[in-house]
């Protein structure tokens, strides 16, 4: 049985459950990359105040 990837499928933001800022508290972020430096952070970029970020998964 093959598992799912989880650096794929964990934590993703959609538009009911946008992810917040911690430098500006905007929620007009992107998520950059599933993975971070481990497999349980993501990259994130805000388009409020341009500062990427990463979020615990």
Avoid: I, W
Wanted: some cysteine.
């Amino acid at each position: 049985m093959r598992r799912p990837d989880p650096s794929v499928t964990t934590g993703e933001a959609d538009e009911s459950n946008p992810v917040e800022c911690p430098y500006c508290g905007s929620t007009e972020t992107e998520r950059e990359h599933p993975k971070g430096p481990s497999l349980c952070r993501s990259m994130h970029f805000c388009h409020g105040c341009g500062q990427p970020f990463e979020r615990m998964e």
